[in-house]
């Protein structure tokens, strides 16, 4: 995988179906969920294990990913739930095969300072 696919998008991370959960936007999606697998950020995303990619939602801008951001952080916790539900009933982790780690010419994503 020489080179990476990026997208805009809003995004929520979990530790597990129900459990604790992250949600933020990025506009590269790929090494913003790599950041959040090695713990790249300290916080809530890192102590709470929040690592699987349980829903994001692409936009084409990234003012409309923050947008989105701001409106589902308005929202109660079981609305957040069942956007999760709705899109992914059984909480897999929608990034497990983006990252070929066994593969010795890969390298991990990275985000433009």
């Known amino acids: 995988m020489g080179?990476?696919?990026?997208?805009i998008?809003?995004?929520i991370m979990a530790n597990g179906r129900n459990g604790?959960?992250?949600l933020g936007m990025t506009a590269n999606l790929m090494a913003r969920v790599w950041?959040?697998?090695t713990g790249a950020f300290d916080g809530h995303s890192k102590t709470k294990g929040?690592?699987?990619l349980v829903w994001?939602?692409?936009?084409?801008?990234v003012v409309d990913a923050i947008r989105r951001e701001k409106q589902i952080k308005k929202w109660k916790r079981d609305w957040k739930l069942k956007l999760i539900e709705d899109?992914?009933?059984?909480?897999l982790d929608l990034a497990a095969d983006w990252y070929p780690v066994n593969d010795p010419n890969w390298t991990?994503?990275?985000?433009?300072?």
């Not at 080179?3 to 997208?7: E, I």
């Not at 899109?87 to 909480?91: S, V, Y």
């Open 9 to 11: 998008a809003a995004y």
């Open 20 to 22: 604790a959960t992250y």
């Open 3 to 7: 080179t990476h696919r990026t997208f």
């Open 35 to 37: 950041k959040h697998r």
């Open 108 to 113: 991990p994503p990275h985000e433009a300072d």
């Open 87 to 91: 899109a992914n009933p059984d909480w």
């Open 50 to 52: 929040c690592t699987r």
């Open 56 to 61: 994001f939602e692409r936009h084409a801008w």
